[in-house]
């Protein structure tokens, strides 16, 4: 949801801050823009489209060879997509450029007084009220530089943002701030590279400033200075960055998801190592330690979440209610906010979220905390704002996920549900042998994925057969009711086909009427508690003429005679399934899309991590 990258530093910055924008752009690639400043003037360069449109262009104008910089790939809220909605935004006297990640919330109110005060706007968005306020307020004449004007600025504004801000009367000088919008300042020999995340960043550094809400960091050659937007001196928080440059590059495969689904038997090994102790049937999760008498105590789990993340919660309602035997509910994030939901004493609230900065469930969490939940995070990104508004919880550790479409965080979000459920039930009624005999089947599972994985071709001749059908089913039951509504979330979010999941049961209740002559209904039916139920459920799909695509277990021979075509998964204890028959819905999903010649890792209206409710 929109990528920064600026640098200062000591060589002409034009191709590495590109370079790291190309490493953001599934944050938002609606269009792309870049200032540098060079000779003492301020330089832009903007562009719709990919961050390639943007080369082209500045190609064609020639390249910018200043040593200070800022650009900017933009997912659209304000305006739409325009060169002149693109950032960089300036102010109209002082030659202050900005980027800007986030959402400013009173920006209508203080563009009528920026208005009243004589500035010209020229585009429709927040950003450029930013660029204005801080070039109104900026007065080196009374002391107020480009820092104490940022800073200025940032107290007038309500919303999310993490910004860059370069001036041309300050050549040398880039001013940066956060708050709800990730931002970190990596630290060079003699250059700062700040940006959204690592990801454009470690080519050139591991070392780092993160920053928290509110601070802002005033970079030079020289060095910085930390401080919060009321001036007060900050202690910067150094850390080392643990991600490695193959972790996001593309290494062989054609594009980020392929590579994410086939990544996944590794990321869960990951995500279990060290994690599981079979011997003594126990779940060992360091994270959760310090809350582990609360957690005995505890009497309800909401779980909140979006999109994929919600699905995984789902699963794990459903695992926490079965295995744990403690009422549990999963909510979107986004209705569960503003529904004035009762938390009572000893409710525990998890939030689920691969990038850790989504938005609406950001604002759930902070709502639940200050209803006085406990508060846990099931989150991969580490150090991300919603992992340090937890008070506690249990990364996924299955890697960067860079694709678009989530896959490989669904199934690290499954696991550690698993392992967050068999540590409560441990608690609770579970024995230890029984504790152990799911996390030996726990441990089976990526040896499991890599099976189905090896059926990839067949997936793709199977997807070929249904692929310019518009209308696709996706139907399960239990367990696996949530898989079949992830299968269609990434049916539809990659190849544009209209999908729909649902329980199994629900499709007599309305739905089946959808049902036509060669309509792809793909069921989950794998063997489980209600196994039976599926197959008639199959049988009513096909006496209305669908086209059955079944997920079933090894071995069942039997269901060849209901469905069209059977795609199998190994067999595990009924709760794990979701992780296993989850794989061929990413593939078919994954082939669909390239088959109908889609841009996999960047379908269109998207972008990764929704910063904006
Ligand atoms: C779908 C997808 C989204 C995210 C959702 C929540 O493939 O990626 O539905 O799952 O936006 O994102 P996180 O997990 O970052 O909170």
């Known amino acids: ?8 530093g000591n060589k002409p910055c034009q191709s590495l801050l590109l370079e790291g924008l190309k490493r953001l752009e599934y944050r938002g690639y609606d269009s792309a823009g870049i200032a540098v400043i060079q000779d ?135 001013v940066v701030a956060r708050k709800g919008s990730p931002l970190i300042v990596g630290i060079g020999a003699d250059e700062y590279i700040v940006a959204s995340d690592a990801a454009a960043i470690v080519a050139h550094t591991t070392r780092a400033i993160t920053l928290d809400d509110y601070n802002v960091v005033k970079i030079t050659t020289a060095g910085f200075r ?6 007060v001196p900050v202690t910067p928080r150094i850390e080392q960055l643990e991600l490695e440059l193959q972790e996001i590059e593309l290494g062989g495969f054609s594009h980020f998801m392929q590579k994410e689904i086939h990544e996944q038997p590794k990321a869960l090994r990951n995500c279990l190592r060290g994690r599981t102790d079979v011997r003594d049937g126990r779940v060992i999760l360091g994270g959760l330690g310090d809350h582990a008498k609360e957690l005995t105590k505890l009497r ?57 900065e989504t938005a609406d469930t950001l604002a759930a969490l902070i709502e639940a905390k200050e209803r006085g939940a406990l508060s846990l995070g099931v989150i991969n990104s580490v150090g991300s704002s919603i992992s340090r508004l937890t008070d506690a919880g249990v990364y996924l550790r299955v890697g960067p996920e860079i694709g678009v479409a989530s896959t490989k965080a669904f199934t690290g979000q499954v696991a550690v549900l698993t392992l967050i459920t068999l540590f409560l039930a441990r608690r609770r009624y579970m024995s ?36 310019d059908r518009e209308n696709w089913l996706f139907l399960g039951r239990g367990y696996n009711y949530p898989t079949a509504l992830e299968g269609a979330l990434k049916l539809k979010e990659i190849s544009y086909i209209h999908a729909e999941g649902m329980p199994a049961a629900e499709m007599k209740h309305g739905p089946i009427a959808l049902i036509n002559e060669g309509m792809p209904a793909v069921f989950l039916a794998n063997r489980g508690r209600q196994y039976e139920k599926v197959m008639s459920n199959i ?20 269901i060849k005679r209901y469905a069209h075509d059977v795609l199998y998964v190994p067999d595990i204890p009924e709760p794990l399934s979701p992780m296993l028959t989850v794989v061929p819905l990413q593939l078919m999903a994954y082939h669909a899309a390239v088959l109908r010649g889609h841009d996999v890792d960047k379908p269109r209206n998207l972008a990764k991590s929704v910063t904006v409710e």
Not at 327 to 343: H, K, V
Not at 539 to 558: K, P, S
């Open 432 to 467: 230890a042998d029984t504790c152990a005999e799911y996390l030996k089947a726990l441990e089976t599972v990526p040896d499991k994925i890599d099976q189905i994985l090896t059926q990839n071709d067949r997936i793709r001749r199977v997807t070929e057969k249904y692929v």
């Open 539 to 558: 049988q009513e799909v096909r006496a209305r003429g669908g086209h059955v695509i079944a997920v079933a277990t090894e071995g069942d021979e039997e």
């Open 40 to 174: 003492g003037k301020l330089n832009i360069c903007k562009s719709v489209g990919r961050v390639a449109n943007l080369e082209d262009k500045l190609e064609s104008i020639g390249n910018f060879s200043g040593k200070i910089g800022l650009c900017h790939t933009r997912w659209a809220t304000h305006g739409g997509v325009t060169d002149a909605n693109a950032h960089p935004h300036v102010d109209d006297r002082n030659g202050i450029a900005i980027i800007h990640n986030g959402i400013i919330e009173n920006y209508a109110a203080l563009k009528t007084y920026l208005e009243e005060k004589g500035h010209v706007f020229r585009s429709q968005t927040d950003t450029e009220v930013l660029a204005m306020l801080i070039g109104e307020l900026y007065c080196p004449a009374e002391g107020i530089d480009l820092e104490k004007a940022v800073q200025a600025a940032l107290r007038e504004v309500t919303g999310a943002y993490a910004i860059a801000v370069i001036c041309e009367h300050e050549p040398d000088t880039l």
């Open 1 to 8: 949801m929109c990528g920064i990258v600026a640098y200062v």
């Open 300 to 356: 309800h789990v909401v779980l909140t979440a979006q999109g994929t993340a919600l699905h995984a919660a789902m699963i794990g309602e459903y695992m926490i209610e079965d295995l744990a035997k403690i009422p549990a509910i999963a909510e979107y994030a986004s209705e569960f906010r503003y529904r004035n939901p009762i938390i009572e004493d000893g409710t525990v609230v998890i939030a689920v979220s691969q990038s850790g």
């Open 226 to 231: 930390t401080s919060t937007i009321h001036d």
